[in-house]
């Protein structure tokens, strides 16, 4: 995105005020304990503008010096009970610096099903050196929880910082 700005009847161009953004999945399946809090794996990057994202270690976008301000995160995946329709409830949420910021819950109340699409969306005001991960809390009655990240389609962390 390029913005033009003028100053005192000169003309210069603003580029890339969205920055730093970034748009992360997952490569594979993940399997998760059952009831428990666990750090969705999105361990392959579709673009990250000023490599804020880690995608082989921590799984975390981390804002980089001089770009504290406001951000929008995004998170979507599917949570399967692998064979049979055994979800109890699901959890989605975001941590920042280790501790849990939002989340959202579904409960299927008594209804269990065999798979779900979970989503969430936060804008955050974040400084130089604040992370934000995402977790999955699935509760299965058989036990044997996953994440579907088997396809591109399947899974997506993203975001992006606001230019206000």
Known sequence: MSLIKLNNNSISAVTSINTPAFSARMSGAQTVSNETYTKVDFDTED??????YDHST????????GK????????????????????????????KNGSLFKKTDWSF????????????????????????EVFVRISDASGSPVIDGSATTLSEFSGSKLGV
Do not use: E, H
Request: negative net charge; contains cysteine.
């Open 47 to 52: 673009f990250d503008t000023d490599g804020a």
């Open 58 to 65: 921590n799984q975390r976008f981390t804002v980089p010096s």
């Open 68 to 95: 504290a301000g406001k951000y929008l995160f995004n998170s979507f995946l599917i949570v399967d009970a692998a064979s049979a329709a055994q979800l109890q409830n699901c959890q989605l949420a975001f941590y």
């Open 109 to 132: 109340n008594s209804n269990d099903i065999l798979y779900a699409g979970l989503t969430l969306s936060s804008l955050m005001d974040l400084s130089a050196t604040n992370y934000i």
